[in-house]
């Protein structure tokens, strides 16, 4: 081999390592450009996730607390009609009394 067809020989040697070097730079670049990818699509689907999580809670909070809130309402609604009934029997009896009251 002549001196010129191994510096051809090494030339060609680098260019092809430099080829090598700049693909596996690309195909580097193009795999962080994927990881990020789908690193944005886990949190995204993370995001969602939870704020679904989040509505159903409230959700059962709200229906829990409403339900509460009936039977507050019905003990309420049980004890004003209680009273009114008490005070319908008990309202001749104050009438007189106070009648009384007056009459001296």
């Known amino acids: 081999m002549s001196r010129e067809d191994v510096l051809r020989s090494i030339k060609e ?6 080829a090598k070097l700049e ?3 690309s195909d580097a670049a193009e795999i962080a ?3 990020r990818a789908e690193a944005a699509e886990l ?3 993370g995001r969602a996730d939870a704020d679904a999580e989040a509505r159903a809670l409230l959700d059962d909070a709200r229906a829990s607390a409403g339900e509460e809130a009936d039977g507050v309402r019905k003990e309420g609604e049980a004890a004003l009609a209680d ?4 005070g ?5 009896a104050a009438v007189t009394s106070v009648l009384d009251a ?3």
């Open 13 to 18: 040697s680098e260019n092809k390592a430099s």
């Open 23 to 25: 693909k596996a730079r």
């Open 102 to 104: 007056f009459r001296g």
């Open 33 to 35: 450009n994927k990881a």
């Open 43 to 45: 949190v995204a689907s």
């Open 88 to 92: 319908g029997k008990n309202r001749s």
């Open 83 to 86: 009273i009114h009934e008490r």
